[in-house]
């Protein structure tokens, strides 16, 4: 059974930014630096969730751009599919 950790951190300046260190948390989710992470923000409850990407080899001829340009498209239209399957 996973135990959940809790921690408290402050909002720090990293130059025009704002954020905030984790390295023990990435660390304990096997995160390393150049890694991958989604991340899901939830305004009502105020919570930010991030989670450690899945990596995967692109199947030949299809370039990181073409998923770049993919991910866009569907983040841009994501609700509209989503709103469009419930009518």
Request: proline content about 2%; charged content about 30%.
């Amino acid at each position: 059974m996973d135990r959940v950790t809790k921690m408290e951190r402050k909002i720090t300046k990293f130059g025009n930014s704002l954020g905030i260190t984790m390295t023990d948390a990435f660390k304990q989710i096997g995160l390393e630096l150049g890694d991958t992470v989604q991340i899901e923000i939830h305004p009502h409850s105020g919570e930010i969730v991030i989670t450690k990407s899945t990596k995967f080899t692109l199947p030949a001829g299809i370039s990181e751009d073409f998923m770049d340009c993919l991910s866009e498209v569907i983040n841009e239209y994501d609700e509209t599919v989503r709103e469009s399957r419930l009518v």
